[in-house]
């Protein structure tokens, strides 16, 4: 089974044409850095997104400034690029089926929208699981009291997730008995969710997968990553804790997935690794990943090049991992100092000082709790130095290790 059903033109869009402009539908901080990665190689760029001065905006050459369903934006947008991508999950998946009717698109609408809506999600990894082995969690969709009173009496504790628009573990509750899924799912105005069951979780890593219109595919080294308040804080590569057994076996999903999906550009998947060491497969992101931003300063291609080379159809780049890394995420709390009403600027001048230390920040104007505004990547001759060098940062910005 592919999603993927467009026909592929394969016609590399070389560089330094005088059409060799890319567009991308979404104007955050993984179109700038797609911006920035194609500009590099020679590439124009061309955004759509509604918001003002947005981080992808302010470095494109074209800015669209339109809603992602306005279809003489499409049209203008797909008459300016070659190829489209995508940097933003919950874009409309039919946009992207709209511009591929003008152009090449990737990753296509059909992927998009399987990693769109979790039900999907997870009915596509447990047909993959016959293959890869691996398997999504216990889980049950729930959509009214029907299946609030039919739901396994195994999937308690679990979590109630709506099956669309989720990300940052927002539109998620945790429920320990029947009564409180009655509660949680009564506070989801109707929203269609899945429970899942709640799994002792180890650790979580992500795998970083990439495949060109050729099918040919890469996947770079396993991502451990570290949430705190649903948001990632940080990714440390190579993970600390994974074993290389475990480690060959989420990479070999992860491969297998790509392919079954037909998708092409870079794709990222999440794992839960469990107490007893087996993996769990949580979901995708049919885009670059926050996960994967240490790629830029620790691997021979950063997922923003293999994305503008999968996009341009040319060869994909190596992902061979040069320098161990931590990736620091930057939220915008740091600009306010103990009661977050007084205003600061962090000491980006102390960070820069330190060896190793590479910093993004995302040109995002107004810094507000939570909000990511951009990240540091520490790399360094070994983990234990990077993670020195994490420890000192977060001294300096006062964020607690
Ligand atoms: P993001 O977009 O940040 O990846 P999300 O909102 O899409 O997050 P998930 O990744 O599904 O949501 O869940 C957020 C976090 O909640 C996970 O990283 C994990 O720590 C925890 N979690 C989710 N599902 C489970 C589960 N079944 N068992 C235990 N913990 C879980
Ligand atoms: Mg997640």
């Given at each position: 089974m592919t999603i993927d059903t467009q026909p592929h033109p394969r016609q590399p869009l070389l560089p330094n044409t005088d059409q060799s402009c890319l567009g991308i539908l979404g104007g955050g901080q993984l179109g700038r850095m797609f911006a920035h990665a194609a500009q590099s190689l020679g590439y124009q760029v061309a955004v759509l997104e509604p918001e003002a001065g947005c981080p992808a905006g302010q470095v494109a050459?074209?800015?669209?400034?339109?809603?992602?369903?306005?279809q003489d934006a499409l049209v203008a947008l797909s008459k300016l690029s070659r190829a489209v991508t995508t940097e933003f999950e919950n874009v409309p998946a039919d946009s992207l089926t709209m511009l591929a009717q003008h152009g090449f698109v990737a990753p296509a609408g059909g992927c998009v929208s399987v990693a769109q809506d979790r039900l999907q999600e997870k009915e596509f990894f447990t047909r993959c699981a016959a293959h890869t082995g691996v398997f999504p969690a216990p889980h049950c969709r729930i959509a009214g009291p029907a299946e609030v009173a039919s739901a396994s009496e195994n999937l308690f504790p679990g979590i109630l997730k709506t099956v669309r628009m989720g990300y940052d573990g927002k539109g998620q509750v945790r429920v320990r008995t029947r009564d409180e899924l009655a509660s949680a799912f009564a506070g989801m105005n109707g929203q269609v969710c899945v429970l899942e069951k709640m799994l002792p979780l180890a650790y979580e890593v992500s795998v970083l997968v990439a495949r060109g219109v050729d099918g040919q595919a890469v996947v770079y080294p396993i991502a451990e990553n570290v949430h705190r308040d649903g948001i990632l804080f940080t990714t440390t590569v190579?993970?600390?804790?994974?074993?290389d057994g475990v480690a060959h076996a989420a990479q070999q999903a992860a491969l297998d997935i790509i392919a079954e999906l037909g998708y092409v550009g870079v794709l990222c998947i999440e794992f839960f690794v469990l107490q007893d060491g087996s993996l769990v497969v949580n979901e995708m992101a049919p885009r670059p990943h926050n996960s994967g931003h240490y790629t830029i300063d620790a691997c021979i291609t950063s997922q923003f090049e293999q994305q503008v080379r999968a996009l341009a159809q040319l060869p994909l780049g190596e992902v061979r991992q040069h320098s161990p890394a931590v990736m620091l995420n930057i939220l915008g709390d740091i600009w306010f100092a103990g009661d977050a009403s007084t205003p600061r600027e962090p000491a980006w001048d102390q960070v820069l000082a330190l060896p190793g230390a590479h910093l993004h920040l995302y040109g995002k104007a107004e810094a507000r709790?939570?909000?990511?505004m951009g990240h540091i990547t520490f790399v360094a001759e070994t983990l234990d130095a990077a993670q020195a060098t994490l420890a000192q940062a977060c001294a300096i910005l006062g964020i607690a290790v």
């Open positions: 050459e074209h800015h669209l400034q339109a809603a992602y369903d306005n190579p993970s600390p804790n994974l074993s709790p939570a909000r990511k």
